[in-house]
């Protein structure tokens, strides 16, 4: 799925005027590739994520997917949100199973195909290193095991592109790692086209092929980073020198030293 | 989602409570039942050593006898009583429900006539206890419009706030599944709203089954409170007091069933996560 | 702004609304009005006994006062003292339960038998509602005081009692003033439920007697007394609450 973002300017309308998240934002993802959005808190990475997704309309500029305009939610996209979002009273099987229960009841034709969801969703969990928690209920889960339930279900309709929200933004920097691992993992057999926000940089560089640097307060589009590091990638891939300066040339590109750090160091909640 | 902020400023000033489950303690239930044995033991004893007359305060084995003796009364106008409000409740909370889910999804009706339910909420429904008896009559109809009547209110207003509570991005979750508009109701709403609705439920029970004993109280033929009517009537403390205890365990029957169905459906709510 | 001021007005259209609704469904369906008299018909027992409605509902109005305040001390100091010790807690909270769940409209007799007819038995009612929302509030507080507010008062050191005086006082209030509220509607409850099954002094009288004259206009007017007395007190005890708990909100 090849996503072109052309002129993407978007203006949220609030008591006492109106506030410019993004402005002129325009580029092209090529199919299955990986590409994060990195920025400060405000930069309107996560508004753009919700353009793409078609659940906001911009008020400017528009997506094209495979030269198809978007207005409405894409059929095929699976959304990972900073909070899992689980349903508290589904098993983690369940939750998975969810956005094919959904699709079942309007279309009919996949009525039948039950079963053969049902395993998939069971290699998915087996994949995310959760068989054996697929009854489970979602309260009984770290907040790691829960985010990995809401990849599991994201991937269950095998969508052609993957939104992720600070999918790892609660989460421990241990924990985080080890999921960035896995992520690549699954996404190495399917080579899906993925947008990524993130305001933690070795996260976007380790995982990205593509790193768009936003700034905030209006967000614009400042370099659009090519990662050149090889894949598959390892986690020994953090400790390279290479690595290292793949981080340096995003950091150069916030600009951080000079602007107001202090916003983007609160975390973006 | 124009005016949730107006229903939630109602209901925000409330501190939640955590999640309580008090795990019984080993001896927690002998030390419940030795609490009780020794207030029956005193209230044997006392009267008696102090010769406080029966006919003031009647010693528990006085109690227990007319307790016995008036089984067969007790049986016939509890399932009275429980025929009234079990009409009452299933009318009341399906109105109820239905009226929040109008008021969830009409704006007009949430700016306009919400504001005046929860003003309303805070009326003593006892208050309309002789209105009601003079619209349905003294018979079994007004007691079953009483008890709707306090269902009514709050089902409604435990169910418009548990509507309002799905978070922004299980709705948007939803939303980017294409899912219909029915379906978020059915398939994320409502599950979301089901723990402030079975709270409703269950205090609802309790209200319900106060009016209806108010009513039957004050005019009945019939039904647990026309029971305690008739033994003060007859100035028979032992049975106004077995008839108050008879009531009682009602009461409590009635809050262990509602409890029972809320922890069955809401067995997933808790810690969140 | 225009906004906010709809906030106000919607609901009141409403309401003048569903005054003319009535009035015309009085007029044209020339209903009897011991079933449904007319607005104006119950707007004018508003003015011409407005001094008998008044005084019954300041008669009950002082007893729900009473009876507020001291089933909030009682609460009070149950809570305080049954959330600091689980020992007290196991033994009695099941009756403290029952007595919450029980109708107390079922006990009013045997007051009377007690205490016969008088305000005594009123004020007990009241109490016995009110206390409980206050008390069960109050050991939720005192329970929920955090691990690392408990772990702050063992640092430093500190009495027992300045711990409770600095910690757990401070984390329940907002408990107890929402139990409070609570309080006070269930105050109203008891009042009006005392009056009306044994009429003697109060507004709950004046309607329980209205019923055998068959006074329609007379019971609604009561209890349009009582839910402005009862709306008004709520909404002042909510802003007292706030003003109060500036911190917390």
């Not at chain 1, 309007?106 to 039948?112: A, T």
């Not at chain 2, 929040?100 to 009326?123: D, E, H, K, M, T």
């Not at chain 2, 029970?205 to 305690?228: C, H, Q, R, S």
């Not at chain 3, 020339?30 to 407005?50: E, K, N, Q, Y």
Request: hydrophobic letters at 50%; charged letters at 15%.
């Amino acid at each position: 799925m090849t996503v072109q973002l052309q002129g993407i300017t978007h203006v949220f309308s609030a008591a006492g005027g109106s506030v410019t998240a993004l402005r002129d934002v325009s580029a092209r993802i090529e199919d299955g590739q990986f590409v994060s959005l990195v920025g400060p808190s405000g930069c309107g990475k996560s508004t753009l994520l919700r353009i793409v997704a078609g659940l906001i309309t911009s008020t400017e500029g528009s997506v094209t997917i495979d030269g198809q305009l978007i207005h409405s939610p894409l059929a095929n996209a699976g959304f990972v949100f900073q909070k899992p979002v689980l349903f508290p009273w589904r098993t983690v099987l369940a939750n998975v199973m969810f956005p094919y229960e959904m699709r079942a009841q309007q279309d009919r034709s996949l009525k039948p195909r039950r079963k053969e969801f049902l395993d998939r969703a069971h290699s998915l969990l087996e994949m995310a290193g959760l068989s054996g928690f697929d009854r489970a209920y979602p309260k009984e889960l770290s907040g790691g095991m829960a985010q990995r339930v809401a990849i599991c279900r994201a991937l269950l309709l095998d969508p052609e592109v993957l939104l992720m929200d600070e999918p790892f933004g609660a989460l421990d920097e241990f924990t985080r790692d080890r999921l960035n691992v896995e992520l690549l993992q699954i996404w190495e057999s399917s080579r899906k086209t993925v947008f990524f926000v993130t305001h933690h940089i070795p996260e976007a560089v380790f995982l990205s092929d593509r790193v768009l640097v936003f700034s905030p307060h209006p967000g614009e589009l400042l370099a659009d980073i090519t990662v050149d590091l090889p894949r598959p990638r390892v986690p020994a891939v953090r400790e390279t020198v290479g690595f290292l300066d793949e981080t340096v040339r995003v950091r150069r590109q916030l600009k951080l030293d000079e602007a107001d750090v202090s916003s983007g160091a609160a975390g973006n909640a | 989602m124009p005016l949730s902020t107006s229903v939630r400023s109602t209901e925000r000033r409330v501190p939640t409570p955590p999640a309580r489950r008090t795990r019984p303690k080993p001896w927690g239930l002998s030390l419940f039942v030795a609490t009780l044995v020794i207030l029956i033991a005193a209230w044997e004893i006392l009267p008696r050593a102090m010769s406080i007359s029966p006919l003031v305060l009647p010693p528990p084995s006085d109690v227990v006898r007319a307790l016995i003796d008036n089984l067969p009364v007790y049986a016939e106008n509890g399932l009275v009583t429980l025929q009234e409000l079990a009409a009452g409740f299933a009318m009341g909370s399906v109105v109820g429900f239905g009226s929040a889910v109008a008021i969830f999804y009409s704006p007009f009706f949430r700016r306009a006539v919400y504001p005046v339910l929860l003003g309303f909420r805070i009326v003593p429904k006892v208050a309309f206890v002789p209105l009601f008896l003079i619209w349905f009559g003294i018979g079994i109809t007004s007691k079953v419009a009483l008890a709707t009547f306090a269902l009514f209110f709050l089902v409604l207003v435990q169910t418009t706030v548990g509507l309002d509570a799905a978070d922004r991005e299980q709705i948007e979750y939803g939303r980017s599944l294409r899912m219909s508009e029915w379906q978020i109701f059915r398939s994320i709403r409502l599950p979301v709203a089901m723990p402030s609705l079975m709270v409703g439920l269950k205090l609802g029970a309790t209200y319900a089954l106060t009016n209806v004993i108010v009513a039957e109280m004050v005019v009945a033929a019939k039904g647990l409170g026309y029971v305690v009517v008739v033994a003060h009537s007859k100035l028979a403390t032992d049975e106004v007091i077995a008839a108050i205890l008879v009531v009682t365990l009602f009461g409590l029957l009635i809050y262990w069933l509602t409890s029972l169905v809320e922890r069955r459906v809401t067995f997933w709510y808790g810690e969140d996560k | 702004m225009l906004k906010k001021a709809r906030v106000v007005t919607d609901p009141l259209i409403f309401l003048v609304a569903i005054v003319v609704v009535w009035q015309l469904v009085t007029v044209v369906t020339g209903i009897h009005s011991v079933l449904l008299p007319s607005p104006l018909a119950v707007g004018d027992i508003l003015t011409t006994r407005f001094g008998l409605l008044l005084s019954s509902m300041l008669d009950t109005y002082r007893v729900v006062l009473e009876g507020f305040a001291i089933g909030g001390l009682v609460g009070l100091v149950a809570g305080v003292v049954i959330g600091a010790s689980s020992v007290l807690r196991t033994a009695f909270y099941p009756f403290l339960v029952s007595l919450y769940i029980m109708p107390k409209a079922v006990l009013i007799p045997l007051f009377l038998l007690w205490f016969g007819l008088g305000e005594f038995y009123k004020l007990l009612v009241i109490v016995l509602l009110v206390f409980f929302p206050v008390t069960e509030n109050v050991v939720t507080g005192i329970r929920g005081v955090s691990v690392e507010m408990r772990e702050l008062g063992r640092i430093t050191p500190t009495t027992r009692w300045q711990t409770f005086r600095r910690i757990s006082m401070p984390s329940m209030f907002p408990y107890f003033m929402a139990g409070l509220r609570i309080g006070i509607t269930e105050a109203f409850i008891g009042g009006v439920l005392a009056e009306i099954l044994a009429p003697h002094a109060g507004i709950g009288s004046r309607i329980a007697e209205s019923v055998a004259t068959s006074n329609t206009q007379f019971i609604m007017a009561g209890i349009i007394v009582i839910a402005f007395f009862g709306i008004t007190t709520y909404f002042l005890m909510a802003f007292i609450e706030r003003k109060l708990l500036f911190w917390y909100y």
